[in-house]
């Protein structure tokens, strides 16, 4: 018995520029330069970089503070130091990451290999863990600090490493594959909160959704949806190679 062919899903979809309902299948043409960032990428990437070393040397400070290593303004509780040099560290790190989500955006990866993008993308949220877990490894070994001084430590810490990793998150990655579709001004689709845009309205992963909005890949990013779907992206390659193959063949039978 033949299986059942599932029926399409019936989507309304609202154009991005108007904001007015439109036929399904429609897809706008041209792009604007809603993406075109100018800026230096390795230079604020080397300063990025350079940032979050002295983040790590605040840290190293913070260490030798509080074990009175460095034996600066003795007046003061050396915790304290401690917390004022990590205070330093969190800029640091924050004004970094800032940078280097500002980099990417300007020179994107390739969502290719999600893994490694995503890595590339949140490098500060990972800088972010080596700028106060050491301190905190070493607070909770420390045998000469009681249990308030490394309740407090830690928790200080522990809250500035956690407000850096949120700060450092790039919620709103760019992919190279995202901005050639928007250099071509292909129309795609999305939904409003999603984080990836659609070269499909019949895609599997819209099969949810009810209202789709429609536009440039240029207005997808702009709107936040800075990668493409994995099953579009997927689809889009085979039919890539399909049409690759087709042309081929006559040439191959001339011959």
């Known amino acids: 018995m ?42 604020l990437r080397v300063g990025a970089v350079i940032l ?38 969190a800029v640091c790190v924050v004004i970094g990451s800032t ?11 390739s969502q290719k290999n999600a893994l490694k993008f995503w890595l590339w993308n949140n490098m500060g949220v990972l800088v972010s863990a080596v700028a106060f877990i050491p301190f905190i490894i070493i607070l909770l070994k420390d045998e000469k600090a009681d249990k308030k001084t490394k309740a407090i430590g830690t928790a200080v810490a522990a809250v500035l490493m956690l407000v850096c990793g949120l700060a450092s998150y790039d919620w709103d990655p760019l992919s190279q594959e995202a ?16 984080k990836k845009f659609h070269l499909y309205e019949d895609c599997q992963a819209l099969d949810r959704s009810e209202t789709l909005t429609t536009g ?40």
């Not at 840290?59 to 003795?74: M, S, T």
């Not at 928007?182 to 409003?192: D, L, N, R």
């Open 179 to 194: 901005v050639a579709e928007a250099a071509a001004g292909t129309g795609v689709y999305w939904t409003e909160h999603g």
């Open 52 to 89: 979050w070393l002295v983040a790590v040397v605040f840290e190293v400070l913070a260490i030798a503070l509080f074990l009175e290593k460095l034996l600066v303004l003795p007046q003061i509780d050396p915790l304290y130091k401690a917390i004022a040099a990590l205070v330093v560290d």
């Open 216 to 255: 440039t890949a240029d207005e997808a990013i702009a709107a936040g949806k800075g990668t493409i779907c994995k099953f579009c992206e997927k689809r889009h390659e085979k039919e890539l190679a399909s049409e690759a193959g087709a042309e081929a063949l006559p040439e191959a039978v001339n011959q």
């Open 2 to 43: 033949a299986e059942e062919k599932k029926p399409k899903k019936e989507h309304k979809i609202v154009s991005a520029s108007t904001g007015q309902a439109v036929k399904p299948g429609t897809r706008p043409a041209g792009a604007s330069a809603a993406v075109q960032q100018t800026g230096n990428a390795t230079g």
């Open 99 to 109: 940078l280097w989500k500002k980099a990417n955006h300007i020179d994107p990866a």
